[in-house]
């Protein structure tokens, strides 16, 4: 996708000297190395640097490039250290919505302990023995049920790589959209979007799932700052009705 300075500015939800807060549509990156593809970071450092600011964006947190939502970045360095051991140190709040492949229970928790590939850009559950696994850990409410998906709220308790898309597989409910970790694409999509690229990463059908709501402690006034945001992706145009 291609955004433009219009489209920069819509997506961005809260601004002040020292974080930014904004809505990044499913499939554009947070960061990448392709010089050639747009990413969130070169977006904004351009953007500062147009309206005669120093250029620094500090990335704190991550979404994965088919996945939209509430992303807050730093405008200091110093920012972006205090955000960062607020995160380490649980001062932000992360809730997801997401469609599902099957009807879940009415609410749950997810415990597992999850190993990335990064030869693969993949994460697999693994037994406790093996090395280099860690746990993953979020809980979920059942929001609505509709042609057989499930749309859920998901709380993560901690951020591990791939962590909603391979527990949720795990469980025999994969995301919808997700043909990485077994999802199918919805009927909003098309079979042809069906497929990975050179990299690994998915590409062509946006996952049905959202960084809906953001909570962190405030970097220079120590103010709980709270944000909300509703999907735009076209894996929930049906399911606009529970989400209100």
């Given at each position: 996708m291609r955004v433009t300075r219009q489209q920069l500015e819509k997506m961005i939800c809260y601004e002040d000297e020292a974080v930014i807060v904004v809505h990044k549509p499913p499939f554009l990156a947070v960061e990448t190395r392709d010089l050639r593809q747009q990413d969130l970071l070169r977006l904004l450092m351009n953007r500062r640097v147009a309206k005669g600011e120093p250029s620094f964006i500090g990335i704190v947190h991550r979404l994965d490039q088919p996945v939209e939502g509430l992303l807050v970045l730093a405008k200091t360095k110093e920012a972006a250290v205090v955000l960062s051991e607020g995160l380490r140190g649980g001062d932000f709040?992360?809730?997801?919505v997401a469609?599902?492949?099957?009807?879940v229970k009415e609410s749950d928790t997810l415990v597992h302990r999850l190993k990335k590939d990064g030869k693969t850009n993949r994460s697999a559950v693994v037994a406790k023995e093996v090395t280099?696994?860690?746990?993953?850990?979020?809980?979920?409410?059942?929001?609505a049920v509709l042609d057989?998906?499930?749309?859920?709220?998901?709380h993560l308790d901690t951020g591990r790589h791939h962590q909603i898309r391979v527990q949720f597989s795990a469980i025999g409910h994969p995301l919808v959209g997700d043909v990485k970790y077994g999802g199918t694409v919805d009927e909003t999509g098309s079979p042809?979007?069906?497929?990975?690229?050179?990299?690994?990463?998915q590409a062509g059908q946006p996952l049905a799932l959202c960084s809906c709501r953001l909570v962190f402690k405030h970097p220079c006034t120590g103010e709980i700052m709270e944000f909300h945001t509703l999907p735009t992706g076209a894996g929930f145009e049906k399911w606009k009705q529970a989400l209100l």
């Amino acid at each position: 996708m291609r955004v433009t300075r219009q489209q920069l500015e819509k997506m961005i939800c809260y601004e002040d000297e020292a974080v930014i807060v904004v809505h990044k549509p499913p499939f554009l990156a947070v960061e990448t190395r392709d010089l050639r593809q747009q990413d969130l970071l070169r977006l904004l450092m351009n953007r500062r640097v147009a309206k005669g600011e120093p250029s620094f964006i500090g990335i704190v947190h991550r979404l994965d490039q088919p996945v939209e939502g509430l992303l807050v970045l730093a405008k200091t360095k110093e920012a972006a250290v205090v955000l960062s051991e607020g995160l380490r140190g649980g001062d932000f709040s992360k809730e997801y919505v997401a469609v599902v492949s099957g009807v879940v229970k009415e609410s749950d928790t997810l415990v597992h302990r999850l190993k990335k590939d990064g030869k693969t850009n993949r994460s697999a559950v693994v037994a406790k023995e093996v090395t280099g696994g860690k746990e993953a850990r979020l809980s979920y409410e059942r929001l609505a049920v509709l042609d057989e998906q499930s749309l859920v709220r998901i709380h993560l308790d901690t951020g591990r790589h791939h962590q909603i898309r391979v527990q949720f597989s795990a469980i025999g409910h994969p995301l919808v959209g997700d043909v990485k970790y077994g999802g199918t694409v919805d009927e909003t999509g098309s079979p042809d979007a069906l497929r990975e690229d050179r990299t690994g990463r998915q590409a062509g059908q946006p996952l049905a799932l959202c960084s809906c709501r953001l909570v962190f402690k405030h970097p220079c006034t120590g103010e709980i700052m709270e944000f909300h945001t509703l999907p735009t992706g076209a894996g929930f145009e049906k399911w606009k009705q529970a989400l209100l």
